[in-house]
């Protein structure tokens, strides 16, 4: 039996879709990172040179692909998508009031939660400098944050709802500081995670190793990379946060090995290496069908 034809692409806005339209007519697709296959692209750029660099690049032993999305994972992105311009919108209309009344003299913290409980004490009465003009304007911002809020919870809806239906997100969120947000958009991002070799290079993928600057035998390494998708290396970090809150006093052999690094590293590396951790036991779960089984030594 022959082999099915194959074809490389350049990763793009639309490759994804190309991709499965050719594999629905039985021709095999690779997707190349673009930053891959700039640095083969001879003289000048046009569709000839560029088809010529994707042929050159895709005949590299040690190329790495980029996974074909399926529409589930591109329905997935694109709640997160949405989500996270929300975010950035409430966050932006808050800082917008908070430097209205700054300038008043009235001063508030800068999380949502501070800002719902600061507003209405603005509202209720007209002194000093905060006039009716100033207050009107912050109650029709504050009208619009609550709109932007209420979509939010629409699109955290929408990302539990994959949460349920999703047997690899199911998986990888008994990993903790791994819940439905992080979870869905993990598989979202790298599906089954088979394109990645082992752990240490979804790790390196997401710009979570250090970065390295060595020459001529002496190496030396650096802060993080942060290279690759820097909405899912945030979200891991952030959960991280979360875990780290609550190792104090506990005797397992993470909690241990946590309390270890923060004294000796400091806080915000201990974070760093256990987001690391994480997205080495998530390339691990995803790409196998080995449950999940956390460390239970204890001292």
């Not at 589930?72 to 998508?81: G, K, P, S």
């Not at 035998?217 to 820097?230: A, E, V, W, Y």
Request: proline content about 4%.
């Amino acid at each position: 039996m022959a082999p099915a034809p194959r074809g490389y692409m350049e990763a793009c806005s639309s490759a994804h879709h190309w991709a499965r339209c050719f594999r629905a007519m039985g021709i095999e697709v690779r997707l190349i990172s673009p930053q891959y296959v700039s640095p083969f692209v001879k003289t000048n750029k046009n569709d000839r040179n560029d088809a010529q660099a994707i042929v050159e690049a895709a005949s590299r032993p040690t190329m790495t692909f980029v996974t074909v999305k399926s529409l589930e994972q591109q329905d997935m992105q694109a709640v997160h998508r949405v989500r996270e311009l929300l975010v950035h919108q409430r966050t932006a209309l808050i800082n917008q009031v908070r430097g209205l009344l700054g300038e008043r003299g009235v001063t508030m913290a800068k999380s949502p939660e501070a800002f719902k409980r600061a507003v209405p004490q603005v509202l209720s009465s007209c002194e000093g400098e905060v006039t009716s003009i100033c207050q009107a304007m912050v109650l029709e911002l504050s009208q619009q944050i609550q709109a932007l809020e209420d979509r939010i919870k629409r699109a955290e809806t929408w990302i539990k709802s994959f949460m349920k239906c999703s047997a690899l997100c199911k998986k990888i969120a008994v990993v903790g500081g791994v819940g439905p947000i992080t979870a869905t958009a993990v598989v979202a991002a790298v599906g089954e995670a088979k394109e990645f070799r082992n752990g240490r290079h979804l790790s390196a993928w997401l710009g979570l190793v250090p970065r390295q600057y060595s020459s001529g035998g002496k190496s030396q390494l650096k802060g993080i990379s942060k290279r690759g998708d820097t909405y899912v290396r945030t979200l891991l970090i952030h959960g991280a946060r979360t875990v780290l809150r609550y190792v104090v006093g506990k005797t397992d052999a993470q909690s241990r090995w946590l309390q270890d690094l923060i004294a000796r590293r400091g806080y915000n590396r201990a974070a760093v290496a256990l987001a690391n951790k994480n997205a080495r036991v998530i390339q691990a779960l995803l790409s196998s069908d080995t449950p999940y089984r956390p460390s239970t030594a204890t001292l």
